[in-house]
């Protein structure tokens, strides 16, 4: 089982930005422990983090027909992103969205997504722990 874990813009700044909202978790950090939760799983993982998006489209291209499932975080373009929502129909990936953050009880535009209704499910307010989850509903999921 193949899965693209995918983090969107000012992602890289995780540990950074915004402490109070995100915490002090660095991306790196929060990849390593998703490595060491995958431990013994038929789950292969490829991360990747972009703050363009354009390459976060050509990124999701490339899993056309080779990946079973995509994690993504899309940062800011959650409320906007029509390119990243269309690169996601034209390659018919299973897509789980998370956020860090409760997305639903901060600023009325982040209630907004455009890639909610075209996935799976979304999962948002648990922080990184978000990833293990999405992660876990694959497991217990598989390919379908
Ligand atoms: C976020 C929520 C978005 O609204 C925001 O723009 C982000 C991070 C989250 O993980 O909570 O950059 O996707």
Redesign the pocket.
Known sequence: MKVAIVNG???NFLGIRETSI?GYETLEEINKNIVRHLEGTEINVDFYQSNIEGEIVNYIHGLHKKFDYLII????Y??YSIAIRDAILAIGIKTIE????N?DA?EEF?KNSVISDIAVGKI?GFGSYGYIMALEYIKQRGVI
């Not at 975080?73 to 800011?76: E, L, R, Y």
């Not at 998370?98 to 953050?101: I, R």
């Open positions: 813009v000012n992602l995100y975080n899309p940062g800011a959650t409320h998370v956020h860090l953050s997305v901060r982040r948002s």
